[in-house]
């Protein structure tokens, strides 16, 4: 019976570590968002860009952590 986890990539801690790190950025770019507002197209820019790396890594981090898809 082999082992379907690869025992390359990130551990379970940097894991965590990664997905705390993108909640904080994505709660960051909403309180900037409500603060400041849009206010032209580069902040609509940024926060698509910054908004999809965040969010990606995010839902990324927590679906490695509900496989157990770590070493």
Known sequence: ???S???YGPSRGELWFRL???LAGLA???LAVFYRGI???AWFEIMIF???FFGATTV???LK???RDHP
Request: include cysteine; hydrophobic fraction near 50%; charged fraction near 15%.
């Open 5 to 7: 986890r690869s025992k």
């Open 20 to 22: 705390v790190f993108s």
């Open 60 to 62: 990324w981090c927590i």
């Open 65 to 67: 952590l509900l496989r």
């Open 28 to 30: 960051f770019m909403a």
């Open 50 to 52: 910054g908004g999809l």
């Open 1 to 3: 019976m082999t082992d």
């Open 39 to 41: 206010t032209g197209l």
